[in-house]
Protein backbone atom coordinates (compact mmCIF):
# COMPACT_ATOMS: atom_id res chain seq x y z
CA UNK A 1 0.00 0.00 0.00
CA UNK A 2 1.13 3.46 -0.43
CA UNK A 3 0.02 6.70 0.95
CA UNK A 4 -1.73 9.08 -2.10
CA UNK A 5 -2.70 11.75 -0.08
CA UNK A 6 -2.92 13.01 3.71
CA UNK A 7 -5.76 14.88 4.79
CA UNK A 8 -6.44 16.88 8.07
CA UNK A 9 -10.26 16.91 8.00
CA UNK A 10 -11.89 13.07 8.65
CA UNK A 11 -15.25 14.46 6.25
CA UNK A 12 -12.72 14.80 3.56
CA UNK A 13 -10.86 11.75 3.96
CA UNK A 14 -13.72 9.59 4.19
CA UNK A 15 -14.93 11.75 0.89
CA UNK A 16 -11.86 10.67 -1.10
CA UNK A 17 -11.77 7.38 -0.12
CA UNK A 18 -15.64 6.59 -1.28
CA UNK A 19 -14.16 8.33 -4.76
CA UNK A 20 -11.79 5.42 -5.01
CA UNK A 21 -13.79 2.68 -3.80
CA UNK A 22 -16.75 3.97 -6.36
CA UNK A 23 -13.91 4.08 -9.13
CA UNK A 24 -13.18 0.17 -8.07
CA UNK A 25 -10.05 0.82 -6.27
CA UNK A 26 -9.29 -0.45 -2.59
CA UNK A 27 -8.22 2.11 -0.63
CA UNK A 28 -8.06 2.97 2.92
CA UNK A 29 -7.99 5.81 5.78
CA UNK A 30 -4.79 5.00 8.66
CA UNK A 31 -5.46 6.61 11.51
CA UNK A 32 -8.79 7.66 11.23
CA UNK A 33 -9.85 6.04 14.51
CA UNK A 34 -7.32 8.98 16.36
CA UNK A 35 -8.73 11.49 14.19
CA UNK A 36 -11.75 11.70 16.79
CA UNK A 37 -8.55 12.87 19.64
CA UNK A 38 -8.19 16.69 19.10
CA UNK A 39 -4.90 17.64 17.62
CA UNK A 40 -3.88 14.28 17.08
CA UNK A 41 -4.02 14.02 13.17
CA UNK A 42 -2.09 17.42 13.09
CA UNK A 43 0.82 15.48 15.34
CA UNK A 44 0.80 12.59 13.17
CA UNK A 45 0.47 14.25 9.41
CA UNK A 46 -2.91 13.75 9.24
CA UNK A 47 -5.03 10.83 7.91
CA UNK A 48 -3.40 8.84 5.01
CA UNK A 49 -5.26 7.78 2.09
CA UNK A 50 -3.58 5.01 0.73
CA UNK A 51 -4.28 2.34 -1.76
CA UNK A 52 -2.03 -0.38 -3.84
CA UNK A 53 0.65 0.48 -5.76
CA UNK A 54 -0.62 -0.56 -8.86
CA UNK A 55 -3.41 1.67 -8.67
CA UNK A 56 -1.76 4.95 -7.40
CA UNK A 57 -1.11 6.78 -10.60
CA UNK A 58 -5.17 6.08 -11.25
CA UNK A 59 -6.07 6.96 -7.41
CA UNK A 60 -4.05 10.23 -7.93
CA UNK A 61 -5.82 11.37 -11.24
CA UNK A 62 -9.56 10.67 -9.47
CA UNK A 63 -8.63 12.96 -6.55
CA UNK A 64 -7.14 15.18 -8.53
CA UNK A 65 -10.42 15.54 -10.87
CA UNK A 66 -11.83 16.52 -7.43
CA UNK A 67 -10.35 18.95 -5.83
CA UNK A 68 -11.70 22.41 -5.00
CA UNK A 69 -9.80 23.73 -8.58
CA UNK A 70 -10.33 21.30 -10.31
CA UNK A 71 -15.09 21.98 -9.38
CA UNK A 72 -14.06 25.64 -9.30
CA UNK A 73 -16.36 26.14 -12.79
CA UNK A 74 -19.08 24.67 -10.94
CA UNK A 75 -18.86 27.40 -8.07
CA UNK A 76 -17.83 30.11 -10.22
CA UNK A 77 -18.97 29.54 -14.01
CA UNK A 78 -17.92 31.99 -16.43
CA UNK A 79 -20.75 34.74 -16.68
CA UNK A 80 -23.18 34.69 -19.58
CA UNK A 81 -22.21 37.48 -22.25
CA UNK A 82 -24.47 40.51 -21.11
CA UNK A 83 -27.22 41.61 -23.94
CA UNK A 84 -28.27 45.08 -24.26
CA UNK A 85 -32.26 45.58 -22.90
CA UNK A 86 -34.79 46.42 -25.74
CA UNK A 87 -35.30 50.10 -25.83
CA UNK A 88 -39.41 51.13 -24.78
CA UNK A 89 -41.58 52.07 -27.40
Known amino acids: MTTVQNYFNIAEGQFAQSLLEASGIDAILLDESSAWIVGMTFASGGLRLQVPEEDEERAMQILARHTPEADA??????PEPETEAPEPG
Open 73 to 78: SVLDPE
